[in-house]
């Protein structure tokens, strides 16, 4: 992290964490700790030295990280102390979440509570025995600071009873955690389930600003979604009103609020208060995602689940296409709008407007998140939270001078803007909300007025106020652009990526809008560039941006300008010589020179001569000969004569000879992290959403082999449901099912929802079978607490209403992917040369109709 506003100065301190490529773990290269990255070297010194383990858990814009990391990670004092007693090891919970969750876990179960940062002390295999969050630097009055705590634990002495405490939690963990239906058993009754989460959620609503708990609240989009679709099945009913009230007056609040950045878009993390006016400033990318579908949904209008008009449809088909029509898609239709009001649409695209700009790469993928904390000023010596967002009354006063032409008393745009944001000259922060004292005298921008009221304030048009307050936010955005910007998280991580694609991909849909979808695809694109493995079939979990503003992997290779040399990752090396070749699962290079390095991820390279290298798999390396380099995710050989060739599957070589190898075996990180759960059925989701969006079946296609293979790698075979994780890392002790709906929704959420789609998309109807297995596992939960799986009751609720089917033909191809999946195509003919739809419910189809007048009717019935 950098400790002073721009200055350039070379770091006391450099560790092992300067070689990684997560934004989090880079920010602590140049601590005074002697940190690891989790891997079995640090496992393997732990064990050989008989140390304990100090687990650090964070991410890349978490304020209390960013604390603790000053207080205490930059200490040499403290650095000291944890490297002579300790082997410490720093995780970027969002690279691994799957760690994260285990020692989470164990922390909330002997703490009662939890979050970021967390520390951990583990034996040297693995078994936690002392847990926490943010440990202040020195003792206070109620609890001892962070240097206490490590020296008790260096010379404790009843480090055994610790241990074995720690091994029962832990065995206690693995028994309290285990989510599993029995054989038979069939999913709870979804009107009663999806009753008592409607109940449990306004016995937490809050009246006055909305949303779903006092100080601080979080935006919980999960709840908004589960309250859309409850008063869908229920629109004429006392209880369909209640919900669709909660849900639209919390968006509307926190719109208005200043968890909402009016000047530059987007929305923060969560408000400190009850009225979402200050907010912790962070931005993340799940909540971008999430919170446009919410706004988009408000608004939503003349929808096909698709979320297109009939007469688009018919005009943009190529292939057979199928869409879905939940029952909410009916009523949508039949209203024309759930509110009508063209405010949500704004939102909806004010949030894509900022991930466009601020958080996209030119790849086509999206950055995870922008930090709370930025330096006021270039020469300031401290970073403060909020300082890229806030504004004092002078500055407002300054930028804004011009007089409104019309405006009651000569008032000027800073008059204007000043009155309808709330807007103080001795700041609008209360000091109980500004603990650290970062926003004395300074302004939260949040929507005092609505627009006719201060419009009639100032005796101005509404259409007159709107323009000079839109070109007020323009100026201050200018002024902003030029302030010290926030830390941005640059990786790039599959799940939340696919929360994004269906975020692009239902606006663009519900407004017509093509750019929108089109940013879908190119997200969808770059997904499948990127974070897919082809060969296997899998999903890796993130990849970051790079040197030139490349794409780069967790051991990949990548190109440099200096032609003598290629860049590489992992270093290992044996006694090489010219009578073998060691084969590499990850090496392919065609036609490669001297002026550049070509990478490659899936190919093996066996038979090698002076004159070619045969490939195993499906690519050729030809005429490699001591100018010329080998390049691989894992894998480079520089200065490679013709009688030698060097490959393996984490393996770097630099001038080699017929008789030895340099070996540097202790330098980086080898492999890109496997996906997760969620990573696939986030993006399964999300190809699903933007499938309807765009009638391109290829993503169809793509979403059922994804679906395939996180069946094969998650699935439980014993008691249903998906776990999170893979069963291939031993290091993870603990194989978890997540089991509530946060910040973002559970993986088998969202799967339980997205097989019951793909069911009737492939004809597949063990995916149907899957999801029911799914809500029966979690059968308990959903009963007692549905609150904590609001997306889940979604997907339980849908299994009890038919879905209807929209078979849409223009040219009968019926060599298209969905002729293949679905039989009852063949059946059906376009009639008359014109695009042709058949609406279907429980295996009965309707007479073919051409109009888009006709398709209404039918969907109406």
């Known amino acids: 992290m950098a400790t002073g506003g721009g200055k350039d100065r070379k770091p006391p301190h450099t560790n092992r964490l300067i070689e990684e490529k997560s934004p989090y773990l880079l920010q602590h290269a ?55 007693n300790f082997v410490c ?36 295999d693995l078994h936690p025995f002392i847990g926490g969050t943010y440990f202040p630097p020195k003792d206070s009055a109620y609890r001892p600071g962070f240097k206490t705590v490590l020296l008790r634990i260096a010379k404790q002495s009843h480090r055994e009873d610790l241990v074995s405490n720690g091994e029962r939690i832990l065995a206690a963990l693995k028994k309290g955690t285990s989510i599993s239906a029995s054989p038979g058993e069939t999913p709870p009754p979804g009107p009663d389930v999806a009753a008592r989460c409607l109940q449990q959620l306004a016995h937490a609503y809050e009246e006055e600003y909305g949303g779903f708990s006092q100080a601080p609240k979080f935006p919980t989009p999960v709840n908004l979604s589960f309250l859309f679709s409850h008063r869908a099945l229920h629109r004429s009913s006392a209880e369909g009103a209640q919900a669709l009230h909660m849900a639209l007056h919390t968006l509307r609040m926190m719109a208005l609020g200043g968890i909402h950045d009016h000047v530059a878009q987007g929305f923060h993390r969560y408000s400190t208060d009850d009225s979402w006016h200050v907010p912790h400033f962070e931005k ?12 988009i949904t408000a608004y939503q209008e003349y929808q096909i689940h698709a979320a297109e008009p009939p007469t688009l ?85 300054e ?71 839109s070109g007020c936010r323009q100026r201050l955005a200018e002024v902003r652009r030029e302030r010290p910007a926030a830390h941005l998280d640059s990786k790039m991580i599959a799940a939340w990526n696919g929360l994004m694609v269906s975020g692009f991909a239902r606006v663009g849909a519900v407004l017509g809008e093509k750019v929108f979808i089109e940013r879908a695809e190119k997200a969808a694109h770059f997904l499948r560039d990127h974070l897919f493995d082809a060969a296997s079939g899998k999903m890796l979990r993130s990849c970051y941006r790079g040197e030139e503003m490349g794409v780069e992997q967790i051991g990949a290779l990548v190109k440099q300008k200096n032609p003598a040399a290629c860049r590489y990752i992992v270093e290992i090396l044996s006694t090489v010589d010219s009578s073998r070749c060691l ?150 002790l603990l194989r978890l099912k997540e089991d509530q709906d946060g910040a973002e929704p559970s993986a088998n959420s969202v799967s339980a929802l997205s097989l019951l789609r793909l069911s009737h998309y492939t004809g597949r109807g063990e995916w149907a079978e899957r999801s029911r297995h799914i809500l029966a596992a979690f059968s308990d939960r959903l009963i007692k607490i549905p609150i904590a799986l609001p997306e889940m009751v979604r997907a339980l609720t849908a299994q009890y209403h038919s879905l209807k089917q929209v078979l849409l033909l223009a040219d009968g191809n019926t060599e298209s992917f969905l002729y293949q999946r679905l039989p009852v195509l063949t059946s059906m003919t376009p009639q008359g040369g014109k695009a042709t739809a058949f609406v279907c419910k429980n295996f009965t189809c309707s007479l073919p109709v051409t109009s888009p007048e006709e398709l209404r009717k039918l969907l109406l019935e």
């Open 30 to 84: 140049h601590n005074p700790v002697d940190w690891f990255p989790w891997g079995q070297e640090a496992f393997d010194k732990a064990k050989a030295e008989d140390k304990p383990i100090f687990l650090s858990v964070g991410y890349s814009t978490c304020h209390w990280c960013h604390v603790m990391e000053h207080e205490s990670f930059e200490s040499a004092d403290i650095g000291k102390i944890l490297s002579d």
């Open 284 to 295: 993340m990318l799940y909540d971008q995602a999430q919170l446009s579908v919410a706004y």
């Open 583 to 732: 084969s590499s699962l990850n090496t392919a290079v065609s036609t490669v020179d001297s002026s550049h390095c070509l990478s490659s991820r899936d190919i093996a390279v066996s038979t090698v001569d002076s004159s070619r290298c045969l490939s195993s798999l499906d690519t050729a390396v030809s005429t490699v000969g001591s100018s010329r380099y080998l390049s691989s995710r894992d894998t480079a050989v520089s200065t490679v004569d013709s009688s030698h060739c060097l490959s393996s599957r984490d393996t770097a070589v630099s001038t080699v000879d017929s008789s030895h190898c340099a070996c540097r075996k202790d330098i980086f990180s080898s492999e890109p992290i496997s996906g997760f759960l969620d990573d696939y059925a986030f993006v399964i989701g999300g190809l699903l959403d933007l499938y309807e969006a765009s009638l391109d079946a290829g993503w169809l296609e793509w979403a059922e082999a994804l679906q395939d293979r996180q069946d094969q790698l998650f699935w439980d075979d014993q008691g249903s449901g998906y776990f999170s994780s893979e069963t291939t890392d031993r290091s993870v």
């Open 399 to 469: 930028l804004l001078p011009q007089p409104v032409t019309g405006a009651t008393g000569g008032a000027t745009q800073a008059d204007i803007f000043i009155h309808h944001y709330g807007v103080k000259e001795q700041g609008n922060v209360r000091p109980e909300q500004d603990p650290h004292g970062e926003l004395v005298g300074q302004n939260v921008l949040i929507v005092r007025y609505s627009l006719e009221v201060t419009a009639a304030h100032f005796d101005l048009s509404v259409p007159l106020l709107k323009e000079v307050l």
């Open 89 to 124: 090891i720093k995780v970027d919970r969002e690279e691994r979440p799957d760690v994260d969750k285990v020692y989470m876990t164990f922390v909330q179960a002997t703490t009662g509570g939890g979050g970021w940062p967390m520390s951990v002390w583990l034996t040297p």
């Open 313 to 397: 449809i018919f005009t943009k088909l190529k292939d057979p296409s199928c869409l879905l029509l939940a029952p909410a898609a009916v009523h949508v239709i039949e209203e024309m709008q759930v509110s009508g009001d063209e405010f949500f649409a704004e939102v909806a695209r004010d949030i894509l407007s900022y991930v466009s700009r601020d958080l996209s790469d030119q790849s086509g993928g999206f950055y995870s998140a922008e930090d709370a904390d930025s330096f006021p000023t270039a020469g300031a010596p401290k970073k403060k939270e909020g300082a890229f967002c806030v504004w004092t009354e002078q500055q407002i006063r």
